[in-house]
């Protein structure tokens, strides 16, 4: 089982919806990053968690440390929205602050 | 440089041939990461960096990869007699310093194709 599991794996959905993608994690976390790849490779982070909640722009991003998951959400979804998300953690128990990714999410919003 | 630059953005290789992958990070970012994202996966952790200090290189599959930081900065990941199976895109990430709640900045990763 690997440490870091998102679902769904594939997600299509029509312009304007409202969009939430899972994170599960099964080691102690420091912090969850939600990351977006698009074509091409390049990674950018949207957030950092360690608790709470977060907000920028359209996208949230939550975070249950007791339950071990989080979700990002986005609200009024847009086809340039089309990426792979990726959530990844930076956990206690490995060292040197590296990141472990999960598979990522695909999603397509159409127009 | 504004980001973490890497370069070349491609690379095709013939079987067997040597590689060298290049990672400029942000100027004065302390740690540097290099990771291995094969198709359709998430990224593998494959080496870090503490400014010169390679910390851990636990993630490099064989002892075909090597990676260096020689000056703290710029790194180099090169990859002896590559395989099929090398072929990924590989990231490299920095952040200013080491410590659990500290970003990580992203290249656009170096797309390898072995054939």
């Known amino acids: 089982k690997n440490e870091v599991e998102q679902s769904p794996q594939n997600l299509t959905a029509q312009e304007g919806e409202f969009i939430t993608i899972n994170c599960s994690y099964s080691?102690?976390?420091?912090?969850l990053h939600w990351l977006q790849q698009h074509p091409g490779g390049g990674i950018v982070s949207l957030f950092m968690?360690?608790?709470g909640k977060k907000k920028h722009g359209r996208l949230i991003a939550t975070i249950n440390i007791q339950e071990k998951h989080s979700s990002l959400h986005i609200t009024a979804s847009h086809p340039r929205d089309s990426a792979v998300y990726i959530c990844?953690?930076?956990?206690?128990?490995?060292?040197?602050?590296?990141?472990?990714f999960g598979e990522g999410t695909q999603l397509t919003v159409n127009p | 440089g504004a980001g973490v630059s890497q370069s070349p953005r491609y690379k095709v290789a013939k079987r067997g041939q040597d590689v060298a992958l290049r990672c400029d990070p942000i100027?004065?970012?302390?740690?540097l990461f290099w990771y291995q994202q094969a198709l359709g996966q998430g990224p593998e952790f494959l080496t870090y960096?503490?400014?010169?200090?390679?910390?851990?290189k636990s993630g490099l599959p064989s002892d075909r990869f090597f990676a260096e930081r020689p000056e703290g900065s710029v790194s180099t990941l090169k990859i002896q007699r590559t395989q099929q199976e090398d072929s990924a895109v590989y990231l490299c990430?920095?952040?200013?310093?080491?410590?659990?709640?500290?970003?990580?900045?992203f290249g656009q990763g170096t797309r390898l194709t072995v054939v």
């Open positions: 990430a920095s952040s200013a310093r080491q410590g659990t709640n500290t970003e990580a900045f």
């Open positions: 990844a953690v930076r956990s206690w128990e490995t060292s040197g602050s590296r990141l472990t």
């Open positions: 960096f503490q400014n010169e200090a390679q910390l851990d």
């Open positions: 968690l360690s608790s």
């Open positions: 100027s004065g970012h302390v740690s």
């Open positions: 080691v102690g976390i420091s912090a």
